[in-house]
């Protein structure tokens, strides 16, 4: 199927912090690395992040915001997967319906001077200095990365 398909997406929600022990948090980014890993694969070249959340989502059991740290940390995890791009399912947090309560970049109060926007910028300035980090078409079938190529 992944010859007719143009371009491959994903919308991952990772659900950090779901128990109370260090196991479930690397259960989380496993299965995360699996995904990414198997986006990639579909056609041997990067994919999209199509959404994500900085913050919390307003779908899980409990709406937990990311501790300092993971939203960086789950971008990361998704570049070095394959993916080009960390995108966010909302911008701006809605003012009503099923996603008020959903995670974005700006939130309510409409402030730049929240945690989660910073951790959002921090995570679009390491996006600028892994920039001149280009994917190569493999020889062999494996990704290989170098700085510098097409």
């Known amino acids: 199927m992944s010859e007719i398909l143009d371009v491959i997406s994903f919308d991952k929600y990772p659900h950090w912090h779901n128990g109370a022990d260090k196991t479930s948090e690397w259960a989380v980014g496993v299965e995360s690395a699996f995904a ?16 994500s959340s900085p913050s919390s989502t307003n779908w899980m059991p409990v709406a937990k915001l990311k ?14 997967g394959g993916a080009d791009s960390v995108q966010y399912f909302q911008w701006r947090q809605s003012r009503g319906a099923f996603e008020k309560f959903h995670g974005a970049v700006v939130t309510h109060n409409g402030s730049e001077h929240t945690r989660v926007f910073q951790d959002v910028t921090q995570v679009g300035a390491r996006l600028a200095d892994l920039a001149h980090i280009k994917i190569r078409k493999p020889r062999r079938g494996l990704q290989s990365f170098s700085t510098g190529i097409t």
């Not at 198997?38 to 994919?47: E, G, I, T």
């Open 36 to 51: 990414y890993d198997y986006c990639r694969s579909m056609q041997n070249k990067p994919f999209l992040l199509m959404e």
């Open 67 to 80: 501790r300092p740290g993971i939203h960086m940390l789950g971008s990361m995890q998704a570049i070095a």
